[in-house]
């Protein structure tokens, strides 16, 4: 579960089983599109971050340095 804070998230997490695979819309926050990203890495299917060109904003060289960490990263370009 998560709740939206005016001064940040609160997230409460699944202390059982792995994460889920999910769809998420970072909605231009790059914090958001990375977190999702990394923990796409432990989840039981496939996650996709929506938005994440905005991961470009602190970290430009982010997905090259993921699949030098043996992430499998594919990008799609938005539509």
Known sequence: ACEEQA???VIEGRPD?????ADVDS????RIAMTAAVLGLVADGKV???DAACI???FPKFVGT???LGATIE???ER
């Open 17 to 21: 089983g792995p994460l889920r695979a």
């Open 56 to 58: 470009r904003t602190s």
């Open 66 to 68: 993921m699949r030098a």
């Open 27 to 30: 909605r231009g926050d790059h």
């Open 75 to 77: 990008v799609e370009e």
């Open 7 to 9: 001064d940040g998230l």
């Open 48 to 50: 996709r971050v929506r």
